[in-house]
């Protein structure tokens, strides 16, 4: 920025002109769209349903409301609002509420611009810089959002009714930027009545001083429906005079949520190289999609996005564990690595209607099973294991560790007579690389996990699961 004015005359002298701060983030998000550019680079699922909304909002100059359950990126979005912002803009320099060098709003921008002229120094503020958000809460006060009389600068000298003796809180700091509340519904109804001033006539008012600043700003907000448990609501007079207010949703498919977890979850480990196959994501991504619509689950609280991130990092987890007890270097996930995942699972479910001890982990391990069988059933049928289940009825048990070598646990379901053909040919049919690849060994395991599993799934066997080892019998 070396070379961008450094004074307010030569400021004056390059021809620039301020704009408001929508009118800014307008001419940007139009420059985007023209020039065919993705406007919230790493949001997925979004492209046809929220876009379009937050796009349509920013065109019409709106302040906007981001209304939806938890681990839907509402945050994410509105923290990439700062892309429509200008690199730089420029301030008078020392001003805590970023001064307009052309139209200045605070007594010390306007007596140094007074003193001082064209001579006046002025700081380029980067657009982070503009971005300013508070996480809602019940201690927030009005003078954290608006400001408040600084005594010590009144036990200086100063005047009580002076603007120099007044503390600015968030919100004017954000002048010439974006101003975000997060979890709207959680701030008191008083202080929501407190921001109708600032949305409405864009000014401010402290301990009702007659101190005017008519603020340039983009307010943005984000919330949870307002019948979410014990959450407090949005008032109607506030809600009625923000412009947009844009719905959120989970991703609308199996896929496109495994994707979102491909990119975001920690797959790379430094120790061992984990293998997760492909049946193995679109289980852990079904926990999630089961869950949000499980009569068990509390549906207005929702079940967030994170579930699926964290699920799949304690499955590579165990495999990475397992592998370091065998001193292997690559491992391969497991069906019975699945048995982990209530630690990474509770607290992002919320029962509905028991709370008691142990119906969070039971109702766990359903959504798991349930998932399996979802997953089994796309490409394969229980009546092509019938020898399988004919071993079973024989009276004959088989115990799967979950610490096993998947080479261990070969060996044990070669007892099954014809099953090793019939998971070499399974794993080939679904995923033909990984099969033939050097941990074509471990996925035979895995594969050979999930045909049993399934088959209980279907009850065509039975199952006791005790951390992680699986007896099956019938």
Known sequence: MSDRPRTLGELKQSGYRSVP????????????????????????????????????????QHDMLFLGLRGQGKTRMLRLMTQFLDDAMPAVEGSEIHDDPLAPLSKYARNLIAERGDD?????????????????????????????????????????????????????????????????????PKIQVGLFNVLEERDIQIRGFTIRLPLDLCLVFSANPEDYTNRGRIVTPLKDRIGSVIRTHYPLTRELGMQIVDEQAWTQRDSVKVVVPQLLKQIVEEVSRLARNSPHVNQASGVSVRM?????????????????????ETAVARVGDLYWLSASTRGKVELSLSEETGDEDLLIQR?????????????????????????FSHGNHLQLSAEASGADLLQAVGKIRGFRDLVSTVATELDPALARSPAGEEFQACVAEFILHSLYAHNRLNRKVSQGNATFGQ
């Not at 400001?147 to 007044?166: C, N, P, Q, Y």
């Not at 990475?320 to 065998?326: G, I, M």
């Not at 229980?382 to 004919?390: A, D, G, L």
């Open 367 to 391: 959504l798991v099973e349930e998932a399996i069988k979802n997953v089994f059933d796309q490409s394969l049928s229980p009546k092509r294991f019938s020898q399988v289940v004919e071993y």
């Open 308 to 328: 699926s991130i964290t699920n799949m990092e304690t499955l590579i987890s165990n495999a990475e564990r397992r592998a370091l007890r065998h001193g292997q």
């Open 21 to 60: 701060v929508k009118q800014e983030m307008r001419r940007n998000l139009i420059a985007k769209l023209r020039r065919g550019e993705t406007l919230f680079p790493g949001i997925l699922g979004y492209d046809e349903t929220v876009v379009p909304q937050i796009v349509n909002g920013i065109l019409a």
């Open 120 to 188: 006046t120094p002025i700081a380029w503020i980067g657009r982070d810089e503009r971005y300013h958000e508070k996480l809602a809460t019940p201690d927030v006060t009005i003078a954290d959002l608006i400001g408040e009389v600084d005594l010590i600068k009144h036990a200086e000298g100063r005047h009580l009714s002076d603007e120099d003796v007044m503390h600015f809180g968030l919100i004017p700091r954000s002048h010439r930027g974006i101003f975000c509340m997060n979890e709207l519904p959680d701030l008191s």
